[in-house]
């Protein structure tokens, strides 16, 4: 199990270098709108999943009007503000992981990516850390 740690690892890292490379084309944004244009209704089926939806918009200063508007904002994204929030949000060279399961294994595999900083759960500070 710990090898297909470093498997997903890699493909997330080659994945990021892509997108940092080449970016998103039209194809792919367009594919995507229509992937989340499909689910975007089965996530708002109960008046629990709306309720829930509201209040995570409110929470996150979007507001409850958000549901009526989202479609048309997704419609509304171009390939350059695709491109243009990855390099943002998504940068290749100050990344953190978080991996949990039998230390050994796992630095083993790890440990070729960068330096590693190791935690017990119940280390001092452990769910304050940056």
Not at 109 to 124: A, D, F, I, Q, T
């Amino acid at each position: 199990q710990a090898r297909s740690v470093q498997r997903a690892l890699t493909i997330c890292l080659e994945q990021l270098r892509r997108l940092h490379e080449e970016g998103i084309d039209a194809e792919t944004l367009q594919s995507t709108k229509n992937f989340i244009r499909g689910q975007y209704p089965t996530t708002l089926e109960t008046l629990d999943q709306i309720a829930g939806l509201a209040c995570d918009l409110e929470f996150y200063g979007a507001g409850p009007q958000m549901i009526n508007t989202y479609l048309d904002k997704l419609d509304a994204l171009t390939v350059a503000e695709v491109n243009r929030v990855a390099q943002a949000y998504f940068p290749h060279d100050k990344l953190a992981f978080v991996f949990a399961g039998p230390a050994k294994k796992l630095r083993k595999l790890v440990e070729v990516y960068g330096p590693l900083e190791e935690l017990k759960m119940n280390s001092p500070g452990f769910y304050r850390r940056a």
